[in-house]
């Protein structure tokens, strides 16, 4: 049921994103189906040659370990939702970047690109540097500044780090329960305390 929702909601979005005026949360979960594992893996990884990586510079990459330091730090929600969809535009375009039309992994990157496009314009396009916290302006700053490029990265580890840091950002507030989070984390930690007694 609200897997078809979501597909519909996709097609909506594709066709009409121009006109469509989306909240945030239905967008940051259009994006997250979309950033499901299956797809994840057949599109930057599958897709591309074996240890294939992309260079990008140090603030491209944002992993939960960073929001959790952040937080630490006092940074508001707001401001880190603001931050990590920076990074995750600049991931996307990392990506765009070295894929040539013909690549099977094109339209994944593209329609990943729309959906981001749709959250700056929709949500994001009016913070200013001062709205947000110090720490993720200046890291915002940096971000669009550098032109050095020195770590290398797998394509689908960029997507994965996007992924799982949308989920620490957006599930509280947009009142995702834990039992929606999709099949990754259980598929692959077998044993572990995913705590999801579902309800
Ligand atoms: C995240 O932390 C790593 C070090 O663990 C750092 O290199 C990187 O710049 C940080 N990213 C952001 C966006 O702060």
């Not at 979005?13 to 979960?29: D, F, H, I, Q």
């Not at 370990?65 to 937080?71: G, H, P, V």
């Not at 950002?169 to 834990?178: H, I, N, S």
Request: hydrophobic share 40%; net charge positive; with cysteine.
């Amino acid at each position: 049921m609200h897997q078809g929702y979501a597909a519909v909601l996709c097609v909506l979005a594709v066709l009409r994103l121009e006109a469509a005026a989306l909240g945030e949360c239905e967008l940051a979960r259009l994006l997250q189906d979309q950033l499901g594992y299956e797809k994840r893996l057949q599109y930057t990884k599958h897709y591309f040659p074996v240890g294939y990586t992309l260079r990008v510079q140090y603030e491209e990459v944002l992993r939960p370990a960073n929001i959790t330091r952040l937080r630490a730090g006092a940074a508001s929600e707001a401001s880190l939702r603001y931050l990590w969809f920076h990074v995750s535009a600049q991931a996307v375009q990392r990506l765009r970047e070295v894929l040539p039309e013909q690549h099977p992994s094109w339209p994944y990157a593209r329609d990943l690109g729309r959906l981001l496009d749709a959250l700056g314009r929709e949500h994001y396009g009016q913070y200013r540097q001062s709205d947000v916290a110090a720490a993720v302006a200046e890291l915002v700053q940096r971000l669009h500044s550098g032109e050095r490029r020195p770590k290398a990265v797998r394509p689908k580890a960029l997507l994965d780090n996007c992924l799982r840091v949308l989920r620490m950002l957006f599930q509280v507030p947009c009142r995702w329960g834990a039992t929606e989070s999709g099949g990754e984390a259980g598929s692959r930690r077998g044993g572990g305390g995913g705590g999801g007694g579902g309800g």
